[in-house]
């Protein structure tokens, strides 16, 4: 994975958890409202259908509660700008661990016991508290940005297979956004050119040279949608430009060869 050079941004921890809980309720409000018809609905995730895609939303999330009830690690081997990088490695084993899931109860079961599990353990962990997860050990409070990712990310996922107009907390939205921003400037470092995602991120990468006053010779502007499903392949760079989702001007503009950086 690259190494994650760049200085992590800071995250008000009370505002991810807050935004943690919100989006996965959020997304246990629509799946009580989906019927059988629509849990058999095929997704853009390969061959996994809503059943599958609800299960592993509920899976995600649930994985805080799981992760504090194991064991501390005694160090953190894994940082927050490291995670996007890692996730692609662990493609085969969440798709069996996912399947399992969706077996194993009905959606509004899973919901209910993961809501179950956050409410009791998550508001008396600390943010510092390690947990060992898949990859590694890691911080609590950086853990629970990637879940903003995860829920974000597939309540998008959700919409689109259902039609449905599931909200995305704020919060989440914009540690999503910043994270998967933060990371393309670890994937390439540099300055020469400005990515601008308002509100939530404004990050500057690409080898080249560096702009000291006035506007960057190369701009990319998008929203933070947009950004999230180009981060994570959903769209495709020529498809959102030609679609006028993304701006993008000067001869360092093109992230077509980046993206996408979550697998």
């Not at 662990?90 to 079961?109: I, M, N, W």
């Not at 510092?128 to 997860?133: D, E, F, G, K, Y």
């Amino acid at each position: 994975m690259p190494p994650a050079k760049k200085r992590t941004r800071a995250y008000d921890p009370a505002k991810i958890r807050t935004a943690v809980l919100a989006q996965f309720g959020h997304v246990r409000q629509a799946v009580d409202t989906l019927t059988p018809e629509q849990f058999a609905l095929p997704t853009r995730l390969g061959d996994w259908t809503v059943r599958e895609l609800t299960a592993h939303i509920a899976l995600v999330a649930g994985l805080v509660a799981r992760y504090l009830t194991l064991p501390e690690p005694e160090k953190a081997d894994v940082g927050l700008l490291d995670w996007p990088f890692a996730t692609v490695t662990a493609a085969g084993q969440v798709d069996e661990d996912t399947r399992a899931f969706a077996a194993a109860s009905e959606p509004g079961e899973l919901f209910a016991r993961t809501a179950a599990r956050l409410e009791e353990l998550l508001p008396a962990a600390s943010e510092n508290r390690l947990v060992a997860m898949r990859f590694g050990g890691m911080r609590l409070g950086d853990f629970l940005v990637t879940r903003t990712v995860e829920l974000i990310v597939h309540t998008d996922d959700l919409n689109a297979a259902t039609g449905l107009d599931i909200p995305y907390d704020r919060n989440a939205l914009a540690a999503c956004t910043r994270l998967l921003a933060d990371a393309l400037a670890v994937k390439a470092p540099g300055a020469s050119t400005e990515v601008r995602i308002p509100p939530f991120a404004v990050v500057q990468c690409v080898e080249g040279p560096r702009h000291t006053r006035g506007t960057p010779p190369n701009v990319v502007e998008t929203d933070p949608l947009t950004w999230i499903r180009l981060a994570t392949g959903r769209t495709g760079w020529a498809e959102a430009v030609g679609a006028a989702k993304v701006s993008a001007s000067g001869e360092r503009a093109d992230l077509s060869g980046l993206l996408p950086i979550l697998g």
